[in-house]
């Protein structure tokens, strides 16, 4: 539902957010020395007043193979959410992820994401990491928002969807990694028939959309670990996302969705 607002007498519609998801996680070589289950059996105790709702999983793959692509299990996953499952920390053997369907700004994120890696210090020699991501996925699936696609974005994100060929597109997908010196960013744009996903980790929805993918990464090695180090880092790939998204933006975007 579209949220509403007076505005010197008059009623405002506000769109509510496309930004359905956000999610930063901190990777790190293979460690010999402990036990995944105990580290996460530790780690429910201390994150349980935040995050009470336990349960396990197993982390998937895809293998490219001559026959075609086959799906393979990995390691054991362990997701603590809070109450309302607006907010998952998902810890494994070489990453430990904060994830939110909630997502305010970075202002209110970072410092939930330090407090999670805080706690895994206590239990795990974590002494640098192999790849920062902060990750912000962004959906249309209204029919009036999906179709207004070339005045709210720049072409630059839209691939094909920016040209009038005359015919109906079904499925369209296009990836960009951009190096930069402090962070690097990768775009994924999709548009994608009903019910269909290019992530499993993404529902899909039973209606066309288009999705913006942005994730800012930064790979090590890094020895960093301490809560300034990894407070310094987020905020410079929150930098990386939030300038791109700006430029791909319009003013029509910004005035149609502005809270």
Known sequence: MSETADVQGHRLIVKPSPLIRVLAQV??????????????????????????????????????????????????????????????????????????????SHNDFIPRLVAVIRELKGYLPLQRWDRFGYRYTNRFSNESDVASLRQLFDPAVLGTLALDSGDKIIHSVAETVYEGQDASLLVKSAYLPPNASIDTTIPSVPMPAWLLDLDAFATGPSSAFDDSAVTKQANVLAKKAHDFFEKVTTDEYRARFAS
């Open 27 to 104: 990777r790190w070589p293979v460690m010999s020395g402990f036990a995944v289950n105990d580290v996460a059996d530790a780690l429910a105790i201390c994150l349980g007043k935040t995050y009470p709702l336990r349960e396990k999983g197993q982390e998937l793959g895809f293998l490219l193979t001559p026959e075609g692509v086959t799906q393979q299990s990995g390691g054991m996953l362990h997701r603590f959410s809070d109450g309302d499952r607006k907010w998952t920390v998902t810890f494994a053997t070489t990453f430990i992820t904060l994830e939110t369907t909630a997502y305010t």
